[in-house]
């Protein structure tokens, strides 16, 4: 039975003010304290028997409150100990444990991506028409009994009416198209409404994408409710709502807090991972990688996504496992088959053509280009939350919510572009112009003189007026994307990030694409074109134009690396692109950075206040423990407590006089010298459980933490042994050690906090937030703002 | 000028024992102590000259000797130090030496691995014959310029000679069968005695896979010269004489080390890198990316690589730079083009049809097979590894591997299935019998009917002669492929282990892929097949079970988990086959891990006694640092210094008498306060620094640690300070801490020694080694064997 509790002190002191146990205790003590016991001798049998009774575990303790944060390595501990007591009958069954709380997340979350994709799918349609066969049906599934089989007209079919159809009797004419128009902004606003309003009602936590929220759970914070049965429910609804109300938004984001939900409730099926945090971040992980995996089609992307991005402790067996949940999600995705292609992945595309070296230049155009959107939209935004949270405009999400859907419905509907799917759009701009291809971004000249289902041999790139229609409209969209982007993510919706950022990427890559093919075709006496563009061949593909500014784009505004360019290629499944996606992905974070090195996740982590340090920033002051530990010279003297001469009397007065989570214990005033370190917590349950419990325990008895209890005299009450709850290997650094070290130890370890001594006397406390307000002093920034508000 | 230097002390004491520079110290001494200088007053004075004098850094202090353990956290520290100074004009060269340095090495890598491509493929087939009109041209270059176009010729034409052709005249009867036979054992012996004489003479370093020594340096281990230049071009050179020798061995594990080399030779262009050994290996765990990218084209593959067997500090950034090496690595190869198709990977295969759900049975008995191979092939391996290393045999390494090489020779002729190249043969089996596979493995009755380039409508899948004659030949191949490898992984010449295992798996899953499909053809009336194969169908695809088995068999022995499925996965291209991959791949780690935990790599390095501690094995015991510290209740005392009161003759008679690389440091031996820890090493050069260039130290000469001066009687010498080399922030856990803790503290921070305290104090000390040798004991192994030897 050795004590393996360590470091039980809880760092955010603040949150403790409202959480009064001991007021409780407190009240409940005067009842009792009239009731005194004689304890003449016998101190040491009542000793044993004492510690007998402590060695038993104390109901409560080792367990955390809302909103604070976990010890990973108590966490840790107590698995190992958990593991040892396993009797080897349910070995097996405790080992395939793991494997099945994952392989479970796998399957709901595939199964939820499909249902959201296919509903969506279908919402979005309802807001051009209907289907008169079967109401169930999207547009595109409504004409695939059709008998129209050109791939120019395979979106109309008799079974499809517009709105205007259906009421007005009329598909074409000025009257229609403004009956359309409404109809359109009506469902626009009626689902956003009806979003916002299951959200606010009935699950906050559903709004936004998630992922600074799954961040932050994954470094050790405790949100009560984020990833809970009410949260994935509201969430999958309100996700399909938000996104097939036209909102300028993507369903990939959300999809990982879907999965996550998925994966923290299947992990309450098993003691193993519902009593402990640090295990159920493990199937967390495992949950992010496959949400990625289903977002995109793919697995590998997924797991290195969440490798890079989210997870903040991730050992192999995570890894292992996390590829295993990817996969299992990914083919419950395929057998649903959504897409209606049999495709894994969202945007499919196949180029024929290789790219060459002075693309290079372009690509990295993108790149920058990428870069400066990243940065600005993480300011823009950063900025327009901000004041959402500090003015009084905050207040009205509902309202603000229904304006935002209303102008970008109003705006919207007259751009073919923007009317249509983001994902759709994307789809399109990535896929290269074949013959086949009815797009009006492929009217080139040899097409529309040419039979269109012929390949022309020798292909005449010159565009033509769709073309350039297709490129007026194209910019206005961009520009359109990029100002509703800003103010719609922050809102009080589901929304991801991906596919806007994507979007706009795409659009900007495909006018670049388009411009570098016709300045080709146009100049092919150029150097550059000479060399390698023979006349007559295809030599650009503004396609993968498109991809790459969509990767560019999204590296940007987040900052991933490998994983971003793992999950394009994993689109493509071409080695063969993946250096002109590394160098626009390599340039846009260089860009980016310059600007500011954190990404959107990071930045609405700040924007929140959440106790999130980062393991990817170095810390690179000079300071040492001691300029950062408590207390400082102008504070009050450390709150300490001595090992065996406090009364329960006085532990209540420390107690109640300071807000600190948790007290070192040492041998004497004089000395100095740690002896371990013990919760507020703790010592108040294990007070309430011996007055309960035990009988003589007083106000006057003594309190010790050490292993006999002190010799007292004769008169004097029973004493109160607290050992077993005293954490006797507290985590030390002496006042010297420079806090680069310090940080590494809390970031590594997953401290709470850490004791500070000089030459072997305590002197102080450093926690985890004592160093994120360090931090924020070192950068210039409130420190205030550091706590979770 | 705070001390960053953190944590000196070497772990392992045994090695100083031969180190003497103290010894010289000792001698120089005896010179110098004539000469007295009277020091009168002025204490003050020269305390505050010394200071000075002392906080410039003393030449030699922070580095470390061959085989020593490196401390991370100092390190680390030195480069964040080191950041600091960095000029701004220089900032951008900092920033992207970084970058130039994984470039190169991906470069090298790349252009070495076409290197030995290329020259082991025309070496190989000089074993056979030669080309008349190129010397220089292998079998199939020579045959490029024949008019045989038939498949089944292409490899016969007039410009290629046999041996027996170019020496006897004729290619064919009894005679020049033996004459090849002659000439293919010559030649195999010829260079298996160059290769091993060419280790022996100039780079004993060469020999093996080299992964676990790599393994080992990085987790921070020190072996001078294993990285080097003559490793790399002796291993080159040696790499292809050994693989074209026809020993049952691979060239991929060698890449890595060959990578590694290239890695470590371009890190000391750059001071960042060649000075700090942290960052050093931040560069090496690119190149070991890279290694793997060249060795199988599977770029992605070679970081998870990288990420899950070999590295053990991974942070983020070298994993984005790792994946930049890894693909430039690829790029080069491609761009060489050694296979001569332009393809990236080694076992380019597509396959045309899809599993069936019935096959995960066969493929899962695969895994079962691959993970008993594993077992048996480590087990076996390592029992003879270790007879070679404690019998006299060992004493003759040329010998050995000319033997081995010998009855390779001679058992691997008869049969062209171990007469052929290892990577070929692979090749050979994982392809798909296509109308146009010339292969003996696909003479199905329905291509010796029909014409041979006609596809045939409804192919006739029952077996041919040619199955039946390559089943038992592959059989034989198999048996003769399993004893060898035993025999031949550890002699001393390059050897990888991938290949032959891959091999192994191969055969054995080709064998039971036929055994599938005959057994589809014939009973196709069964429920199994009934439901999946239409008759006359192909629905059995052989070609995956050898693949799957490869995968299998290369887990079984390595323990590899994803990055096995992401580089297979990479041959491949499609996410198709990934779960027969996993299914396998993951019953073959199970099965294995039964056997016992620990892989090849990780047997090897406990073989060899390298100081190793794993980070993926868990320590599940619950001893206490109490148990496992020096000194215990036998032990002479804990050798420690007081801060102020020791001279410079007691200092060097602690020294002398004893061999630990570091002292802690206390206030007085009454309060036993801990205040930092010193090396042995900086001690002994700071003392003999000063005698140099300070005057008026004497062996009666005060020493001191702290701060100021202490008081000294008026006619007291010069006092010595060596605060500087004193690090005074000491990692310390205390006496009751879990050793379960105590090895994650070391895991993940890379310490080399940590103190252990009670109650403020201190009580004794861990190092590293100490740690391995309670682990050891713990398993009941011999502690002993546990050092470097």
Not at 231 to 241: A, S
Request: proline share 5%; net charge neutral; hydrophobic share 45%.
């Amino acid at each position: 039975g050795r004590s393996l509790r360590h470091c039980l002190s809880d760092s955010d002191g603040l949150f403790l003010t409202a959480f009064g146990p001991f007021r409780l205790l407190a009240g409940y003590e005067g009842t009792r304290s009239n009731y005194v016991m004689s304890n003449g001798g016998g101190v040491l049998s009542s000793t044993n028997h004492l510690l007998d009774f402590l060695e038993e575990p104390i109901p409560g303790v080792g367990t955390y409150d809302d909103f604070h944060t976990i010890d990973w390595v108590r966490e840790k501990c107590k698995d190992r100990e958990r593991h040892r007591k396993v009797r080897m009958r349910l070995h097996l069954y405790d080992a395939w444990s793991g494997w099945l709380v994952v392989t479970l997340t796998g399957l709901a979350s595939g199964a939820l991506a499909g249902l959201i994709d296919i509903s969506a799918d279908w919402l979005n349609d309802i807001k051009e028409g209907v289907c008169l066969n079967a109401m169930w049906f999207n547009h595109e599934q409504c004409c695939w009994g059709s008998n129209e089989t050109t791939f120019a007209e395979r979106d109309k079919c008799p079974q499809w009416k517009s709105w205007a159809g259906l009421i007005l009797g009329q598909e074409e004419g000025p009257g229609s198209y403004i009956m359309n128009y409404f109809m359109y902004i009506y469902w626009a606003l009626s689902f956003a409404l009806l979003a916002v309003l299951l959200v606010k009602v009935f699950a906050p936590y559903a709004c936004g994408s998630g992922i600074p929220e799954i961040k932050t759970i994954l470094s050790g914070f405790i949100i009560r409710g984020y990833l809970g049965k009410w949260t994935l429910l509201i969430k999958t609804v309100t996700l399909v709502l938000a996104v097939a109300s036209g909102l300028s938004l993507g369903k990939e984001g959300p999809l990982v807090h879907v999965a996550c939900c998925c994966g923290n409730i299947f992990s309450y099926l098993f003691p193993k991972y519902s009593k402990n945090e640090a295990k159920k971040r493990e199937v967390l992980s495992a949950a992010s990688a496959a949400g990625v995996s289903v977002a995109f089609g793919a697995p590998i992307g997924g797991v290195l996504f969440s490798l890079e991005e989210v997870s903040y402790y991730f050992p192999l067996k995570t890894l292992w496992r996390s590829f295993f949940a990817a996969l299992v999600a990914a083919f419950v995705l395929r057998s649903i088959n959504p897409f209606g292609n049999s495709r894994l992945v969202l945007f499919y595309v196949e180029y024929h053509t290789p790219w060459y070296l002075f693309e290079l230049i372009p690509f990295i155009l993108l790149g920058v280009f990428g870069g400066l959107w990243g940065a600005f939209f993480i300011k823009a935004n950063i900025a327009w939350c901000r004041r959402r949270k500090s003015t009084r405009f905050g207040k009205y999400p509902v309202l603000e919510v229904i304006f935002v859907a209303a102008i970008t419905a109003v705006v919207a509907f007259p751009n073919p572009y923007t009317r249509q799917n983001t994902s759709e759009l994307i789809k399109e701009l990535f896929t290269d112009c074949g013959p086949l291809e009815s797009s009006q971004l492929c009217q080139y000249r040899s097409q529309m003189n040419g039979s269109k289902a012929f390949v022309d041999a020798s292909p005449n790139k010159s565009a033509g007026p769709g073309v350039y229609t297709a490129m007026w409209q194209l910019c206005l969209a961009l520009v359109f994307k990029i100002i509703m982007t800003i103010f719609t993510f922050g809102l009080k919706v589901p929304a991801g990030l991906f596919i806007p950022s994507m979007a706009i990427g795409a659009i900007a890559g495909r006018i670049v694409g388009i411009a570098v093919e016709q300045l080709a075709y146009y100049h092919h006496d150029w150097l550059v074109f000479r060399e390698w563009c023979e006349v007559g061949t295809d030599c650009i593909t503004p396609g993968l134009y498109a991809m790459v500014g969509a990767a560019a784009c999204l590296g940007g505004v987040t900052r991933m690396t490998v994983s971003l360019v793992v999950i394009v290629f994993e689109l493509t499944g071409g080695l063969e692109y993946i250096v002109p996606l590394m160098a626009a992905v390599m340039t846009s974070k260089w860009v980016g950075d310059a600007f500011g090195r954190e990404g959107i996740y990071e930045s609405h982590i700040r924007l929140n206040g959440y106790p999130f340090l980062d393991a990817k920033s170095e810390f690179t002051h000079t300071t040492l423990a001691r300029e950062v530990m408590r207390p400082q010279r102008s504070d009050p003297p450390l709150a300490v407590l001595t090992q065996d001469d406090l009364t329960v009397e006085e532990l209540q007065v420390i107690i109640n006089e300071t807000s600190y989570n948790g007290f070192p214990v040492i041998v004497s005033k004089e000395s100095q010298r740690l002896v371990g370190f013990t919760l507020r917590r703790d010592i108040t349950i294990a007070i309430e459980n011996a007055r309960r419990k035990q009988e003589g325990i007083l106000l006057t008895s003594r309190v010790y933490f050490t292993q006999h209890a002190p010799t007292l005299p004769a008169d004097s009450p029973r004493p109160l042994k607290l050992r077993s709850i005293l954490d006797m290997s507290p985590f030390t650094v002496t006042d010297h050690t420079p806090m680069e070290i310090v940080v590494d130890i809390f970031r590594k370890l997953g401290l709470r906090q850490c004791l500070v001594t000089h030459n072997g006397r305590l002197l102080g406390i450093i926690t985890k937030k004592d160093i994120l307000r360090h931090m924020a002093q070192l950068t210039n920034q409130d420190p205030d703002n550091i706590m979770f508000n």
